[in-house]
């Protein structure tokens, strides 16, 4: 792999001013967003198809077009990108990863060129959208040429190993641009201040309009139903692939601005959206860590999203309630270099039998796969671990490393991280103070007021405030599901995580993170996870009798054993969870 930089001089604005064509057969780097990347193979004299990642973002960039680029995903018909191929003698088209390849069974890729743009995207969703991710690296080698590009380039230790020896070309800005960030963290959780700030703005205390980012639908449908939100002053966009009822329907880039705009990771990359009086807010949550983003990425790429907004500041609001004892980024690269070292030695063993047993032997190890006949280290998956242990446990656990981060790809940071013990809303705490009753007592008050006829009172307000999940608990489980669960908050708050979602195993996993005993880098007695998952199941509705083997299935475990008061007790050392 060769480095080189392409200078690019102050006043510059779009890369079209000193570059004719992109970087070919390498990795470009276009140093910021905004700067007319695409462009480049869009109004270029060769033949183009660029593969994104997202609907919504190929279509996006079609509609800006006026009918010169079009747009095949998924939905799009082969006849009507033929009628397309037959007028545009120089075809532009943008495509999504996963319908590259029968992009490729119409247009063949003699005579075209390939671009594969937010490239960051192929390892960050590497587990989660593989088969995508595979279309692309598949075939990316057939074009005449190729370009991989981004404006948030990987680290040298997270580039896929398919293309660790393709050359990487940077664009040399002189002139930086530079982010005022601000940090407001909440120990208590998101949502208090994220309602606060969408009320400011519906109530004109704060000029200008919201662009919530958050990767999380479930959280923008909570938001709309807490802050009432309407049509009339709220857009969503999020995934057409995710059918989840939100209040509000599903909108796109190029539609309207409205007061309150939330925006989900399919529009992080690559989408552009024109509100001068647009402000940025960002919005991670550590109870939930698909909404935890990396700064060198996500969050770079979301400060360029509003083109042309006179803000220039991004507000970034998360939680960390996460515990301190959590080993550093260099000791867990060390464990799992321990574990590749094991894998490897594993591999040896296995790849000495002959070929009909090999074909019969089935690996629980998702970084072990059989390819061509033998077995191999996915080592893809091994980056990916790491880089998601950076972001999950180690930058959102320490104040000074997320700032410092930061600070680290081109952000000003405006003074200190704001703490906020519940958000912006200062009465939550005397309103909690002012309630004294348990939970049990409270529950059966509140079956009071609100029997026969339910009712308003300032009861009702205190108790919700104490206990945020009691208004949900009594509206899914009712007072009766409540009672059965002997007024116990913690089994109230396990039994609405698991009916949380549809998908068992997600329930399972999600229940999982409840309990302080299952975290990485923890011992764990066979016993005690039999008793977890014999409640989680229960919780779930399912009938199996589990055994503590179980958690085989969620995390990568060591099976070991620990001496309590001399007597030997068999259990598991956990590792990692499972990236899911």
């Not at 070919?24 to 994104?52: E, P, Q, W």
């Not at 930061?406 to 002012?434: A, L, R």
């Not at 609100?450 to 307000?461: C, F, M, V």
């Not at 195993?505 to 764990?524: C, E, H």
Request: one cysteine or more.
């Amino acid at each position: 792999m060769m480095k080189k930089s392409i200078p690019i001089p102050v006043k510059v604005k779009y890369l079209q001013e000193v570059m004719t064509e992109l970087p070919r057969n390498a990795i470009f780097d276009k140093g910021k967003t905004g700067c007319g990347g695409t462009t480049l193979a869009l109004t270029s004299k060769d033949k183009y198809i660029v593969a994104v990642p997202y609907i919504k973002l190929a279509q996006n960039k079609a509609e800006q077009s006026n009918g010169d680029v079009f747009s095949f995903t998924g939905g799009t018909s082969v006849k009507a990108l033929k009628k397309y191929l037959d007028t545009h003698p120089v075809p532009k088209i943008m495509v999504t990863y996963d319908s590259l390849e029968r992009l490729i069974e119409v247009t063949g890729t003699n005579g075209y060129n390939l671009l594969v743009d937010e490239y960051h995207l192929l390892f960050t969703q590497y587990a989660l959208r593989d088969k995508a991710v595979y279309k692309v690296l598949n075939n990316f080698n057939k074009f005449e040429y190729f370009t991989f590009m981004t404006a948030t380039q990987l680290e040298d230790d997270f580039i896929l190993d398919e293309l660790k020896d393709i050359d990487i070309v940077t664009a040399d800005w002189e002139e930086k641009t530079q982010v005022e960030f601000d940090s407001v963290k909440c120990t208590n959780g998101v949502d208090s201040t994220v309602d606060y700030i969408i009320n400011e703005f519906l109530q004109g205390s704060t000029p200008g309009n919201a662009y919530i980012f958050v990767n999380s639908v479930e959280f923008i449908k909570k938001m709309v139903k807490r802050c009432k939100l309407t049509d009339e002053t709220t857009r969503a966009i999020w995934s057409i692939h995710n059918n989840t009822e939100v209040g509000l329907p599903n909108s796109t880039p190029n539609d309207a601005p409205k007061k309150i705009n939330f925006i989900t990771s399919a529009c992080f990359e690559g989408a552009d959206f024109y509100d001068e009086d647009g402000r940025t807010f960002i919005v991670s949550d550590d109870s939930k860590s698909h909404t935890l983003l990396d700064v060198s990425t996500s969050i770079k790429q979301i400060a360029g999203r509003l083109r042309n907004s006179k803000y220039s500041k991004v507000t970034h609001i998360y939680s960390n309630t996460t515990s301190d004892n959590v080993l550093a980024y260099d000791e867990y690269k060390k464990l799992v270099q321990t574990e590749i070292d094991e894998a490897n030695e594993n591999i040896k063993e296995l790849n000495t039998l002959s070929p009909k047993l090999r074909n019969r032997v089935s690996i629980n190890d998702r970084h072990i796969i059989y390819t061509g006949g033998k077995f191999i280290l996915n080592t893809n998956i091994v980056k990916l671990d790491l880089f998601n242990y950076r972001i999950t446990r180690v930058l959102y656990n320490d104040k000074a490393t997320l700032m410092d981060e930061i600070k680290n790809y081109g952000f000003s940071v405006n003074g200190k991280v704001s703490d906020y013990n519940t958000g912006y809303y200062e009465q939550d705490k005397h309103s909690k103070s002012e309630h004294k009753d348990s939970f049990q007592k409270t529950v059966q008050r509140l079956k009071t007021i609100d029997y026969p006829k339910p009712k308003i009172s300032t009861y009702k307000i205190s108790a919700y405030e104490k206990f945020p999940f009691l208004k949900e608990a009594i509206q899914r489980l009712g007072y009766k599901g409540i009672e059965d669960l002997g007024y116990n908050k913690m089994r109230v708050k396990r039994k609405l995580t698991a009916m949380s979602t549809s998908n068992t195993r997600q329930a399972v996993i999600n229940l999982l993170k409840g309990y302080t005993q299952i975290k990485p880098n923890s011992f764990v007695s066979a016993e005690e996870l039999k008793d977890v998952f014999t409640e989680i199941y229960k919780l779930v509705g399912l009938n199996d009798k589990p055994k503590g083997t179980e958690i085989e299935s969620y995390y990568n475990v060591k099976k070991t054993s620990r001496k309590v008061n001399g007597i030997s007790i068999s259990g598991f050392q956990l590792l990692n969870e499972f990236i899911i």
